[in-house]
């Protein structure tokens, strides 16, 4: 079987639409550096590639396109892998986001008399206390961004995308916590560490 791999311009594209699990061609543009018409192109490219379908202005991955991202990702970041700037910072990774996890956890919960209960966000000095500690641990992941920068400009976008959602958090949105819908603090974390694991060619830890 003849192995497909992607350029950097078509892989960037689809990695895109594989994390976010369905983009329109605006949304991607906005994280790739790219003009909306050109990734428009882009998705007719990977759609006759059997690796999108396409729906109106919407694309979604293929079960086709797993592979080929591994494939592909591997073959544009071996030297990264093998960069000790890089993997240096993203050793530390883990331990911020088992961090991160636990304090998103004490976001969506709060403890009443020993029992979890819902959040209902009515108590404005807990929530603050959270945002903050979210702040911080976002703060922490600046070195590893950066040092990817470096490597791929692509992932300076992460760092732009978690400022404006903190900036909707601290203007009073708190669905840019973790609304699912948006681009919340919770969804960039998300896309940034599968990201990150198929960059590196690393699997998720449990």
Same mark, same amino acid.
């Given at each position: #079987?003849?192995? @497909?791999?992607? !350029? +950097?311009?078509?892989?960037?594209?689809?990695?895109?639409?594989?994390?976010?699990? #369905?983009?329109?061609?605006?949304?991607?543009?906005?994280?790739?550096?790219?003009?909306?018409?050109?990734?428009?192109?882009?998705? @007719?490219?990977? /759609?006759?590639?059997?690796?999108?379908?396409?729906?109106?202005?919407?694309? %979604?991955?293929?079960?086709?396109?797993? =592979?080929?991202?591994?494939?592909?990702?591997?073959?544009?970041?071996? =030297?990264?892998?093998?960069?000790?700037?890089?993997?240096?910072?993203?050793?530390? $990774? /883990?331990?911020?986001?088992?961090? $991160? %996890? &636990?304090? #998103?956890?004490?976001?969506?919960?709060?403890?009443?008399?020993?029992? +979890?209960?819902?959040?209902?966000?009515? !108590?404005?000095?807990?929530?603050?206390?959270?945002?903050?500690?979210?702040? &911080?641990?976002?703060? &922490? %992941?600046?070195? %590893?961004? /950066?040092?990817?920068?470096?490597?791929? /400009? &692509?992932?300076?976008?992460?760092?732009?995308?978690?400022?404006?959602?903190?900036? +909707?958090?601290?203007?009073? !949105?708190?669905?840019?916590?973790?609304? =699912?819908?948006?681009?919340?603090?919770?969804?960039?974390? $998300?896309?940034?560490?599968?990201?990150?694991?198929?960059?590196?060619?690393?699997?998720?830890?449990?």
């Amino acid at each position: #079987m003849t192995q @497909t791999l992607l !350029d +950097k311009r078509l892989y960037d594209v689809l990695n895109a639409v594989a994390l976010k699990k #369905m983009a329109t061609a605006a949304a991607v543009a906005e994280i790739v550096n790219l003009s909306t018409d050109e990734v428009r192109g882009i998705f @007719t490219e990977l /759609e006759d590639g059997d690796l999108v379908a396409l729906m109106g202005e919407t694309a %979604l991955p293929t079960d086709a396109s797993g =592979p080929v991202l591994v494939d592909s990702a591997a073959a544009i970041y071996g =030297p990264l892998r093998d960069d000790p700037s890089v993997l240096q910072v993203a050793d530390k $990774f /883990e331990e911020v986001n088992s961090r $991160f %996890l &636990r304090t #998103m956890s004490s976001w969506q919960q709060i403890e009443v008399g020993g029992r +979890k209960l819902a959040n209902d966000h009515s !108590d404005s000095a807990y929530d603050a206390k959270v945002v903050s500690t979210i702040e &911080r641990l976002v703060s &922490r %992941l600046e070195g %590893l961004l /950066e040092a990817l920068g470096e490597k791929d /400009e &692509r992932f300076r976008t992460y760092i732009g995308r978690f400022e404006r959602s903190l900036g +909707k958090v601290d203007a009073g !949105d708190i669905a840019f916590v973790s609304d =699912p819908t948006k681009d919340s603090v919770h969804n960039v974390w $998300f896309e940034f560490h599968e990201d990150l694991l198929r960059t590196l060619g690393r699997a998720r830890k449990e």
